[in-house]
């Protein structure tokens, strides 16, 4: 799972997730200029992208937090240190609910307050950062890339959906570019550099309990009249795919 000897790295890796690193930057660059996901009730084409976020959810990174369990065990021989990494992703999901339970309770708005639009904005900058450190340098075939590509990018796209209804003008001004700058900068930073694996494994089991709070918030809730069908055209599209290859 983890490759962190860049003798063993060849220039078709470096292109192909250069190529996904643009992808996502793309994501987030544009969002906010795709018109026909802003509708209510909520986009069929949004309720899609929650379907393959939620099977990416639990279909890639349960497995992947399972793989970083099994590793550390492995490290420190010592089966009861797998309990670790689950405890860890419990954590992210604990500070990633808190942050939106303060901003639904606060006496300013999430708009005015830049308390609450920098947190928001700094954790989901760390996840796209780790994000694009691990595209290049864990070991990925192209069709294992490809499919994280893209179920890592409609979550961003259902990330960004949530955070430009939080913060309209300062994220279009100023967060989706920060997030811009955190994936490119993540991937530049495994061009040169490898982070310890256990470090690696800790910041992608914390904020994978964010990830997988947010997955589920933004598109289950019955207020957010989510389409059904396509969520579920979503789901199935997604984890067939993932089932197969």
Request: with cysteine; net charge neutral.
């Amino acid at each position: 799972m983890w490759d962190s000897n860049f003798d063993d790295w060849s220039s078709n890796r470096l292109l192909t997730s250069a190529i996904a690193t643009t992808l996502l930057v793309v994501v987030h660059a544009s969002a906010g200029k795709l018109k026909f996901l802003n509708t209510r009730p909520r986009s069929r084409w949004l309720s899609l992208a929650g379907g393959v976020a939620v099977s990416y959810a639990l279909l890639h990174l349960l497995p992947e937090l399972a793989e970083y369990a099994r590793a550390i065990s492995e490290q420190f021989d010592r089966s009861g240190v797998t309990h670790v990494i689950y405890a860890i992703a419990l954590a992210g999901l604990v500070v990633f609910y808190g942050i939106d339970w303060y901003a639904e309770r606060s006496e300013t708005s999430a708009e005015e307050s830049s308390t609450l639009f920098w947190s928001h904005v700094a954790i989901f900058a760390a996840y796209n950062a780790i994000t694009g450190y691990v595209l290049v340098r864990e070991d990925r075939s192209l069709s294992q890339l490809s499919l994280y590509t893209i179920g890592i990018g409609l979550h961003f796209l259902v990330n960004d959906d949530a955070l430009r209804r939080h913060y309209p003008d300062r994220y279009h001004r100023v967060g989706r570019w920060v997030l811009v700058l955190a994936v490119a900068a993540g991937w530049g930073l495994g061009t040169v550099t490898s982070v310890h694996d256990l470090l690696t494994a800790g910041l992608t089991a914390f904020l994978a309990g964010g990830i997988l709070l947010n997955t589920f918030k933004e598109e289950l809730p019955a207020q957010r009249e989510s389409r059904f069908g396509s969520f579920v055209i979503g789901c199935v599209l997604y984890a067939t795919v993932i089932l197969i290859s």
